[in-house]
């Protein structure tokens, strides 16, 4: 996280935390106990201007909601403490949609680069919860084509391209992926490996590895999910040619619109969607461009340009205060 807020010119630091559970075997109050217990052991650590919490895999905004509640106990009304939280309490519009909104542009950004366009594309995304589903659905609204797509629930394809809002109301309807009647049904380890033009891993980190790389026939890969690539994966993949967009950048809309919700809770004035979005792509494309330009100087591929840029930043700031060595 240190140097995704870095690379995005957010001015946070970083640090993840989480419970070892699996939410979808929890009822709803006992997911609210457990946040509500959590959120006492942790709140003297946490605080609006020392560690801010967000969302990730397996929690929502209604997660967010007990721990603004339950932090707020301690320490008087703090809505600034937590970003991601339901908009009724201070949170941002658009920030559901922001890691699917900051991976449409970043996808957008490196299509351009090589005169090619979301429109003109084929894709195929593994995951359909938060980050997932809404890149789906901003990639179809641009006109790209959506051609497999898989979550826990099964894997389907469409070679004329899923009508990703249909699949949306059936999702939320109950329906599982695999019930899905726009589609046919595929084995869920071919789902990667599908031809495409640009692959999206929107899931679980460790996907791509040395066992499936070789067989990858997608030309672009946006690491929509935390580090979906192994190592030994990520050697194989460069070989190929495949062009790896990296997590610390496609993935930092989360983080960037968290920081504009913060922002806002500060300011205590509330941001249109339509501002969010304009500011949320603005960052995207800074980003973009200061990586291209950190590859183009050290001679570098987009992942190790990400990281000399964002390290480079925090070693720079580090200097500035006095603290090396
Ligand atoms: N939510 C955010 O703002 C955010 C920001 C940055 C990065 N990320 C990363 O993006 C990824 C997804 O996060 P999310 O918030 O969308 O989570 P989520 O819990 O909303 O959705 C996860 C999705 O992955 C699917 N999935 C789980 N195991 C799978 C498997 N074995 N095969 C296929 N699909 C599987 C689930 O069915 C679900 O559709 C994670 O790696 C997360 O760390 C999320």
New binding site residues.
């Given amino acids: 996280m240190t140097w995704k807020t870095a690379v995005a010119a957010v001015p946070y630091g970083g640090a993840k935390g989480g419970i070892g559970c699996s939410p979808g075997d929890l009822s709803r109050s006992e997911l609210e106990r457990l946040t509500r217990v959590f959120t006492q052991k942790i709140h003297d650590l946490i605080g609006t201007h020392t560690d801010i919490p967000?969302?990730?895999?397996?929690t929502?905004s209604q997660t967010m909601a007990w721990i603004f509640d339950e932090y707020s106990k301690f320490h008087g009304h703090s809505p600034a403490v937590v970003t991601?939280k339901p908009i009724d309490l201070g949170g941002s519009l658009g920030r559901d949609a922001?890691?699917g909104r900051g991976v449409m542009y970043a996808t957008e950004a490196l299509l351009a680069e090589y005169g090619k366009s979301i429109s003109g594309s084929t894709f195929v995304i593994?995951?359909?919860?938060?980050?997932?589903?809404w890149a789906a659905q901003l990639i179809h609204e641009k006109g790209g084509k959506v051609i497999a797509l898989?979550?826990?629930?099964g894997?389907i394809r469409n070679k004329a391209g899923i009508d990703v809002p249909a699949l949306m109301k059936h999702r939320n309807e109950g329906g599982q992926l695999k019930d899905f009647h726009g589609a046919e049904v595929m084995d869920?380890s071919e789902l990667l490996v599908h031809e495409c033009d640009v692959l999206l891993p929107?899931?679980?980190?460790g996907?791509l590895n040395r066992e499936n790389a070789p067989d990858v026939k997608a030309k672009f890969i946006i690491e929509?999910?935390?580090h979906?690539t192994d190592p030994e994966a990520d050697e194989i993949l460069t070989k190929k040619g495949v062009v790896v967009l990296p997590?610390i950048y496609a993935?930092a809309?989360?983080?960037i619109v968290s920081y504009f919700e913060w922002v806002q809770n500060i300011q205590g004035f509330m941001w249109e969607e339509e501002k969010v979005n304009m500011e949320l792509h603005k960052y995207m494309n800074s980003a973009f461009q200061n990586i291209k330009a950190m590859c183009k100087s050290q001679d570098c591929n987009l992942r190790m340009g990400a990281f000399t840029l964002g390290v480079n930043r925090v070693a720079r700031a580090t200097i500035l205060r006095g603290w090396e060595a």
Avoid at 126 to 133: D, E, K, L, Y
């Fill in positions: 967000a969302p990730d895999m397996g929502n991601g922001a890691t593994q995951g359909f919860g938060n980050v997932g589903s898989g979550d826990v629930s894997t869920a929107c899931a679980l980190g996907v929509a999910a935390n979906p997590d993935n809309g989360g983080v």
